[in-house]
């Protein structure tokens, strides 16, 4: 006779509260679906399938918490299924990876100025995905809240718009107005694509004569001055610059 065993009443309200983060996988190979549900299965994610962008759209109503999106697809493609989802969820927007075997750039620049989170291709290590899934569901790497609405933290970053200052780790840096407003807007669009030209309009507005070049040298200043956090501003070969707000351990 077996016989189940029984857990604490303690441990079973608490295992009651854990909720599984669940992973919308839409991909028109069975194959793909059947083994990175595996992998995010034994990594205690909840797998939702898609085979294709019309279950994707459906499955909507599941809530998952973020979706892994293929590109070439029948009927619809990626982009227009990320499109629909995000009119659908509109004005919040769920975290999608494109996973896709095109490498081409543009499609890569494509879906990052959508507002994608990340994009791969074909084959990817399980490992690899399940960081980037990690990464952006950590709900730590959202910029924090505080009652002063002066002040931004983001990560290893504390921005005061009241009084000019900026803190890397707890530390005073000083940082110029055009600089300090540069890391200002690339937080505050965090995640976001941001093209060069944008910046210039945003920063410098009708002062700067077109030449991208200034904004690659006050980025190089920016972060010079973030020290071992510099890679926190990602360049966007050929469009710009992203603030990847870090994860912490």
């Known amino acids: 006779m077996k016989h189940r065993l029984k857990l604490p009443g303690y441990l079973l309200i608490i295992l009651s509260t854990i909720q599984m ?12 679906i059947e083994f990175l549900k595996y992998q995010l299965e034994q990594n205690n994610y909840e797998v939702i399938e898609a085979l294709n962008g019309i279950e994707a759209i459906q499955k909507i109503s599941e809530n998952p918490d973020l979706i892994v999106l293929d590109i070439m697809m029948p009927g619809i493609d990626g982009f227009e299924v990320f499109e629909k989802i995000n009119s659908i969820t509109y004005p919040e927007k769920i975290p999608v990876i494109f996973l896709t075997a095109i490498t081409s750039e543009n499609n890569e620049i494509k879906a990052l100025e959508m507002g994608a989170r990340d994009y791969l291709t074909k084959p990817v290590s399980p490992q690899k995905l399940i960081a980037r899934i990690k990464a952006n569901l950590n709900k730590e ?5 505080t ?13 005061n718009t009241e009084s000019f200052t900026v803190k890397v780790d707890g530390v005073d840096v000083f940082f110029p107005r055009k600089e300090f407003y540069l890391l200002k807007y690339l937080i ?8 060069r030209k ?34 926190l501003i990602e360049t966007i070969k050929g469009i710009g610059y992203k603030f990847r707000i870090p994860t912490k351990d």
Do not use: C, F
């Open 21 to 32: 983060k669940k992973i919308l996988l839409v991909d028109d190979e069975p194959n793909i």
């Open 141 to 145: 790497t959202q910029p924090e809240t």
């Open 147 to 159: 009652n002063d609405a002066n002040i931004t933290v983001a990560g290893p970053v504390v921005i």
């Open 188 to 195: 505050d669009n965090k995640d976001k694509v941001i093209r």
């Open 198 to 231: 944008t910046l210039l309009n945003k920063i410098w507005g009708d002062m700067h004569y077109g030449v991208s070049r200034t904004v690659d040298v006050h980025i190089s200043k920016v972060r010079e001055k973030l020290g071992s956090h510099a890679d």
